[in-house]
């Protein structure tokens, strides 16, 4: 009996202290302390002088977890998001010192905080601290070229997102080298119209999605995406005759869009190069007279084709039955005659 007693007794001193460990990890089945303070600073450096946001990020016993903007790993309970979009700061004076006791932090939203006079770049390389910050949104904000070097530095991050900013002129790829796990780059709606990047460097090796949108390039720019062997998805607008030299460059690529732009009718007959094509979207690119009968109608893999909004005339070339991957064509606004069915039986 006292063996039992003795043997119960020491079990619920490992229990208790069990959870006593689970406190000190874990804090007290709420948000960590360090974070909450964290937290608050954020509060009083956005509200500075005597703004009102982030109300509910309160001083109080609840748990910061449950804060607007703020989610938390719920076995950890650390902060793995921040979402400060929409808060026009001025004059915020972005302190990277505010967000590094987040050390989980996996995605952080600033998108939407442009202002004149909010001072851009210094401090965001130091958030090169945050080794697991994994996605950056700095969509709409007024960055120019020379936040890039700063960005390039942050090693951990797989997406980063600077559409709507006021990028310019070339870029250059080499400022981004280091961020060797990236594989989601958008740098839509700029004033970007050329790109520099160095074939075989290494640079962004791991690169799959990049979007250039509402921006105007020659069809040379394809040539310089060579250098990313791992680029699948693309979107941009290119005005101009695209070569197969061009198109050449991309023969990885699964998603392409090219929506809105000024390309000739001879595009169709080049396109086919790209044979590991999934996705071809061509809304509205000003084409017109009548598909050719050849180049695009190699594209086997091809699952969607969008052709809407054009000028294309005529019937249906028969070699469209070539495309035997083809779940989706859209042919919506054209001129086309005849019967699908009939004109494009493989022969
Ligand atoms: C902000 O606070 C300062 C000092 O308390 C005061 O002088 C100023 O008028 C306040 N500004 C606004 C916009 O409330
Ligand atoms: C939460 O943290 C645990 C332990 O570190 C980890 O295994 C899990 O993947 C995390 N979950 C999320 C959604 O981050
Ligand atoms: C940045 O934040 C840190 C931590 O809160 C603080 O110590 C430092 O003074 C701040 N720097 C500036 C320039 O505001
Ligand atoms: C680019 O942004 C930096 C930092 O905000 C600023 O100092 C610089 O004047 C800007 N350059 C141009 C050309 O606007
Ligand atoms: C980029 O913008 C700056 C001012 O913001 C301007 O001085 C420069 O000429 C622009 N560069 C190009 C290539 O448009
Ligand atoms: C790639 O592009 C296709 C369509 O163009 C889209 O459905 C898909 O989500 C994109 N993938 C990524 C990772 O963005
Ligand atoms: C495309 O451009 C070339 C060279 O400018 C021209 O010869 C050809 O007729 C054009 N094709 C179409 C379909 O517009
Ligand atoms: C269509 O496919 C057949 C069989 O693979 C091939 O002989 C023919 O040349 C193709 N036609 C076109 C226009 O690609
Ligand atoms: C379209 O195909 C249907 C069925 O194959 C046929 O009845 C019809 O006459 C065709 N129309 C034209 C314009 O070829």
Redesign the pocket.
């Known amino acids: 009996m006292g063996r039992q007693n003795r043997m119960m007794q020491s079990g619920i001193w490992w229990w208790m202290a069990l959870v006593w460990v689970g406190i000190q990890i874990y804090g007290c089945g709420g948000c960590w302390e360090q974070e909450r303070f964290a937290l608050l600073q954020l509060k009083t450096s956005i509200n500075y002088p005597n703004g009102t946001s982030l109300p509910s990020w309160e001083d109080t016993e609840t748990d910061c977890c449950d804060w607007k903007r703020v989610e938390c790993n719920i076995t950890t309970q650390r902060v793995i998001k921040l979402d400060l979009s929409y808060y026009v700061l001025e004059n915020w004076y972005f302190n990277a010192s505010l967000f590094l006791p987040f050390k989980e932090l996996r995605e952080l939203d600033l998108s939407s905080n442009w202002a004149a006079g909010w001072v851009t770049n210094e401090g965001l390389d130091r958030l090169v601290g945050l080794e697991k910050l994994q996605l950056l949104n700095l969509d709409y904000n007024i960055y120019n070229n020379s936040i890039l070097p700063y960005l390039g530095v942050l090693s951990s991050l797989k997406t980063l997102r600077i559409a709507y900013n006021k990028l310019n002129g070339s870029i250059h790829f080499q400022d981004l080298c280091a961020m060797s796990n990236l594989e989601e780059l958008d740098l839509s709606y700029n004033w970007i119209n050329h790109l520099m990047t160095t074939k075989g460097t290494k640079c962004l090796n791991n690169l799959r999605v990049l979007s250039l949108k509402g921006e105007n390039f020659s069809p040379t720019v394809l040539q310089s995406l060579e250098a990313f062997p791992s680029l699948k998805n693309l979107s941009l607008q290119i005005q101009g005759l695209v070569t197969t030299k061009d198109l050449g460059a991309l023969n990885n690529l699964e998603h392409l869009n090219l929506d809105y732009s000024s390309i000739n009718g001879s595009f169709l007959q080049n396109v086919g190069v790209i044979n590991s094509l999934r996705v071809l979207s061509l809304h509205k690119c000003g084409l017109s007279g009548n598909l050719p009968?050849?180049g695009w109608?190699?594209l086997k893999n091809l699952e969607l084709l969008d052709l809407s909004e054009n000028d294309f005339e005529g019937i249906l070339p028969s070699?469209l039955g070539?495309l035997t991957s083809l779940r989706i064509l859209d042919l919506s606004f054209n001129h086309f005659k005849g019967n699908v069915s009939l004109s494009s039986r493989v022969t």
């Open positions: 009968s050849q109608c190699n070699c070539n």
